[in-house]
T-cell receptor, first 112, second 115 residues
């Protein structure tokens, strides 16, 4: 079956620090990969996505590259802000169905 | 307002009572989903629907019932609430045209406490 494993948190950083959240996956076929973000008190929203190997998704200064050889989709941001404090979820959808599988989520807190 | 709305946002109930969480979307999306969010588990799919009158079980369907008589509504019912169903519930929808893109649009969540 499909599964997503992401690094456990919580992660606490200072403003302007570099952020990496690791995500690896197991899937049949050729999955599409996603990062969702959940700001405090809100529902999830799509942050970025990549649909095939070597694609790089990017948005709001965040980037993630679809690495088929390592089955990974790590999220990075070079200089975080307090407003980036949120829970980040890695997710995938396989080519065989239309149900997203989510990782457990990583809580990120950025301090001024 | 356009979008996806859930109600109630907060609910406290007692063990054994029936509870219904409502979800309404204004985009006419074909696909709708119910997830529960629990610490350490992320989001787990309860039920989903590909269209009106078409529903199917997800990862954790036991104790829940859904219906979808209209495209825009997808209520989730806990027939006899248990403490293990204390959670935050999220409804989501997605576009249907061109196949499923994987982009879900989420409601703000319903926090349910079962005493």
């Amino acid at each position: 079956g499909n599964s997503v494993t992401q690094m456990e948190g919580p992660v606490t950083l200072s403003e302007e620090a570099f952020l990496t959240i690791n995500c690896t996956y197991t899937a049949t076929g050729y999955p599409s990969l996603f990062w969702y973000v959940q700001y405090p008190g809100e529902g999830l929203q799509l942050l970025l996505k990549a649909t095939k190997a070597d694609d790089k998704g990017s948005n709001k200064g965040f980037e993630a590259t679809y690495r088929k050889e390592t089955t990974s989709f790590h999220l990075e941001k070079g200089s975080v802000q307090v407003s980036d404090s949120a829970v980040y979820f890695c997710a995938l959808i396989s080519s065989s169905d239309y149900k997203l599988s989510f990782g457990a989520g990583t809580t990120v807190t950025v301090r001024a | 307002d356009a979008g996806i709305t859930q109600s109630p946002r907060y609910k406290i109930t007692e063990t054994g009572r029936q509870v219904t969480l409502m979800c309404h979307q204004t985009w006419s999306h074909s696909y709708m989903f119910w997830y529960r969010q629990d610490l350490g588990h992320g989001l787990r799919l309860i039920y989903y629907s590909a269209a009106a009158d078409i529903t199917d079980k997800g990862e954790v369907p036991d104790g829940y019932v859904v219906s979808r008589s209209k495209t825009e509504n997808f209520p989730l019912t806990l027939e006899s609430a248990t403490r293990s169903q204390t959670s935050v519930y999220f409804c989501a929808s997605s576009l249907s045209s061109g196949g499923y893109s994987g982009e879900l649009f989420f409601g703000e969540g319903s926090r349910l406490t079962v005493l």
